[in-house]
């Protein structure tokens, strides 16, 4: 128990001294500004058949709950998912594999862990819900145990589970990399629109059977909405506590201890094969010293080798299947207009374009290319990489477009390799992480497959053949503006370092 | 003892001047320090936490001084590291390289970087593995490599260019006594026409090839000169003595010690001290290790 404990506040101390943790807290009050909004608001992310409750503590309690149920599901996931990883990185799993320290309580101290962050997320929520109420000002009258039963009994629960598939999916060998991250975006969005209905199992997210006043409708949503008119208020009677709520809650959090120790019977326990023994390196052969180097170094053009050397990085280590699957959707595109066959095209090198601007840090090389000249150039390079790998992967497509003279389909596709590299790369060098473009990259390409023409970026969606999302110079610009990120961060970096 | 700290008059080809690095919370990393630096091999010695890694990182351009000015063949390094960095040859203490890439691959890509041609890359990317010994690995992915084999890719990135300046920290760290000789062999070929600055806390490292050592302790310069200058410091203040094991360790608290060696007569304890530390302490010649422990706890 001592190890457990030692293990999970080690390991939340680590998180909560970067300065990522209070960016979490801060955008925690965001969130219950978005759950509780002034009276006169055109959105809610809870109507109930045209109706809202009356910001008491109830249901300030359980809107707020509620909203931390939904999204926090989401983010928190990416937050947390760095434990195990980091200990392998860092070195740290080494040390803890060589003492007698027992697998699951490993992975229950990294449950802790992850609860504990997101728990304090919760609870900065539950405190914002506070003075929230107090603020919209529709009841003065604070009862703390109103307040805090949604939290415990919907938010907590909730956050348990996300903390317990964080571990899982780190521990589980083909949901541990990118792929882990974006499969997340679908599993979350499964839960959340299943998750709203009172019959899903263990109460689902949790939203209550309310009993609604004479003249609403039976619409009951959560989500973010818009409304025409500010809603009506009731007064929420609160959160009936029968019994079997209360047992479906206690077996989620059981499910979620289990979906948490279950990869113990998988997980490498970092025991994994050195470097050098992986590489079967043997007995080197023996060379003596002979003096410097005779060829004098001539500077010269380095624009191509540089790109060149850029795509090798971007693409490193990228597994046989995957250059099959690249080749058969650019062969795809070739064959059918494009659309479908483009978006799936470009969702398929995600993990590789979510490298960009994040390689060196992560790899260490940043280390050695700190002292290395013109870094603006190298930022240019990796964008060209990126858009070159997004020409090369929707090559199929743009042949087709150029065969029949679609040149505006044409255009939307060059202006969306440009966009998706220039996305990319200013995401990864402003957060240093790859996480952040995997999740909104996935989001926008789920908009994009549902027709939503708001967001598309490469031209997929066509109404009688003509475009109908925004002008490619729009995406262009957007493309620019990335790109112009990213420089500028990277300038400051340097200014600053 | 000898004491030049703070500078000398060698020709300034890089100049450290009063350099302070203070870290967040507060950390005073180096403390005005100033070195001037020419030409040659000189070795930066100092304990764990001396700053040296600190005052490499600024002088490569990696860190940036919290003040004081860093000034290459004249020209501010701190605003505009370029010119420099085109001069340079770093080898940090801890680095990373692209896994799934080869050495040949990697050093490629830094070539470019650096703005060689493609013809004179690839010949000293040949020539430097070689050099390295690692000509058989040439071609293998860089993940699969040992941490002494991984060091020399990095000792083979540091002189691509051919620099004019070479900075490396614990360059010996990994490497088999084979490879640390062939290591040291280049640093002296290095050093003929260039700068070659080596910071290191294992004296051995610098003893036989650093026409000039300096001594970094709390961030200032503790001692400055060449190894015999820097002997002469300590010259007839060094002692050995064999005492009784039981006794061995209170006199280590009360003397300066350098060296302590368990022998069948008792511990043979060598001893820092201006006179004769006991009644049958012996003069004895001193080496580098004796001069740096005598400044660093002076």
Redesign the interface.
């Known amino acids: 128990m001592n190890a457990l404990a030692a293990l999970a506040l080690a390991d939340f101390r680590e998180r909560v001294r970067r300065p990522a943790y209070l960016l979490m807290l801060i955008s925690a009050i965001g969130l219950g500004l978005l759950a509780v909004p002034p009276v006169g608001a055109h959105w809610s992310v809870l109507v109930l058949g045209g109706f809202r409750g009356r910001y008491t503590s109830g249901y300030v309690g359980l809107v707020t709950a509620l909203t931390s149920a939904l999204w926090l599901t989401l983010v928190g996931f990416y937050l947390v998912r760095d434990a195990v990883a980091r200990d392998e990185r860092t070195g740290v799993g080494q040390l803890l594999a060589a003492t007698p320290l027992r697998t699951p309580v490993y992975l229950a101290g990294k449950l802790l862990s992850n609860a504990m962050v997101l728990g304090s997320m919760v609870a900065v929520l539950g405190v914002t819900a506070l003075a929230l109420q107090l603020l919209r000002g529709e009841s003065r009258a604070v009862d703390p145990v109103a307040l805090a039963l949604p939290f415990v009994l919907l938010a907590w629960p909730m956050v348990l589970v996300t903390a317990a598939l964080a571990v899982f999916f780190e521990t589980t060998p083909v949901l541990r990399g990118g792929l882990g991250n974006v499969l997340w975006f679908f599993v979350w969005m499964l839960g959340a629109i299943g998750g709203q209905s009172p019959k899903a199992p263990f109460g689902g997210l949790g939203l209550p059977p309310v009993q609604l006043p004479d003249g609403a409708g039976q619409d009951v949503g959560l989500g973010l909405m818009y409304v025409d008119e500010p809603l009506r208020t009731f007064d929420f009677p609160g959160l009936r506590l029968d019994p079997g709520f209360l047992g479906g809650r206690l077996a989620l959090v059981a499910v979620a201890v289990a979906i948490a120790l279950l990869p113990a019977l998988w997980f490498h326990r970092f025991d994994r094969p050195?470097?050098?023994a992986?590489?079967?390196?043997g007995p080197?052969?023996?060379?003596?010293?002979?003096?410097?180097?005779?060829?004098?170094?001539?500077?010269?053009?380095?624009v191509l080798?540089?790109l060149?050397?850029?795509l090798?990085?971007l693409v490193?280590?990228a597994p046989l299947w995957w250059w099959l699957g690249a080749g058969a959707l650019a062969l795809a595109g070739l064959a059918a207009p494009p659309g479908p066959v483009l978006a799936v095209a470009w969702i398929w090198p995600v993990l590789l374009w979510s490298r960009l601007g994040t390689?060196p840090a992560t790899?260490?090389?940043?280390?050695?290319?700190?002292?290395?000249?013109?870094p603006r150039?190298?930022v240019l390079a990796e964008w060209g990489a990126g858009a070159l790998l997004a020409a090369a992967t929707g090559a199929g497509s743009a042949i087709r477009m150029a065969v029949t003279g679609d040149l505006p389909g044409l255009g939307a596709w060059a202006a969306g390799a440009a966009f998706v590299s220039a996305l990319a790369l200013a995401l990864g060098t402003l957060t240093g992480a790859p996480r952040v473009f995997q999740a909104v990259y996935t989001v926008i390409w789920y908009l994009l497959i549902n027709d939503a023409s708001t967001v598309d970026f490469m031209g997929a969606l066509r109404d009688h053949g003509r475009l109908t999302g925004p002008s490619p110079l729009l995406w262009a610009a957007l493309a620019g503006a990335g790109l112009f990120a990213a420089l500028i961060r990277t300038a400051w970096r340097?200014?600053?370092? | 003892m000898c004491a030049a700290a703070g500078s000398n008059s060698l020709e300034g080809m890089l100049e450290l001047l009063a350099i302070t690095k203070v870290y967040k919370g507060q950390k005073r990393a180096v403390d005005g320090l100033t070195l001037r630096l020419g030409p040659g091999l000189v070795g930066l010695l100092g304990p764990n936490g001396a700053g040296k890694s600190s005052l490499l990182r600024i002088a490569a351009t990696v860190t940036r001084p919290t003040s004081g000015q860093v000034r290459y063949e004249g020209v501010d390094a701190v605003a505009r590291p370029d010119g420099l960095r085109r001069a340079l040859g770093y080898l940090p203490q801890d680095f990373g390289v692209y896994p799934n890439l080869s050495a040949v691959e990697f050093l490629a890509y830094l070539a470019a970087v650096k703005g060689l041609s493609a013809r004179s890359a690839k010949a000293r990317i040949d020539e430097l593995l070689e050099l390295v010994n690692l000509t058989h690995a040439a071609r293998r992915p860089l993940g699969g490599y040992s941490g002494g084999m991984l060091r020399r890719v990095g000792i083979a990135q540091t002189l691509l260019a051919d620099p004019r300046v070479v900075i490396v920290d614990e360059p010996t760290a990994g490497l088999d006594p084979e490879e640390r000789v062939r290591f040291r062999n280049l640093l002296s070929d290095l050093a003929a026409d260039r700068l070659v600055l080596l910071s290191t806390h294992i004296v051995g490292d610098v003893e036989s090839v650093a026409g000039r050592i300096v001594v970094v302790k709390g961030g200032r310069v503790r001692l400055d000169g060449p190894a015999d200058e820097l002997l002469r410091g300590v010259a007839g203040h060094v002692w050995e003595v064999t005492v009784p094991p039981e006794a061995a360790a209170g006199l280590q608290q009360r003397l300066l010690t350098t060296r302590a060696v368990r022998t069948p007569a008792g511990v043979r304890l060598r001893v820092l001290a201006a006179g004769r530390p006991l009644a049958d302490a012996a003069p004895v010649a001193p080496d580098l290790e004796d001069a740096y422990v005598g400044a660093v706890h002076r």
């Open positions: 050195a470097r050098a992986r590489a079967g390196v080197e052969p023996r060379t003596v010293y002979q003096g410097l180097p005779r060829t004098a170094p001539a500077h010269g053009g380095t080798r540089l060149a050397g850029e090798r990085i490193q280590g390689q790899s260490g090389a940043a280390a050695i290319l700190g002292a290395y000249p013109a150039r190298r340097q200014a600053r370092r």
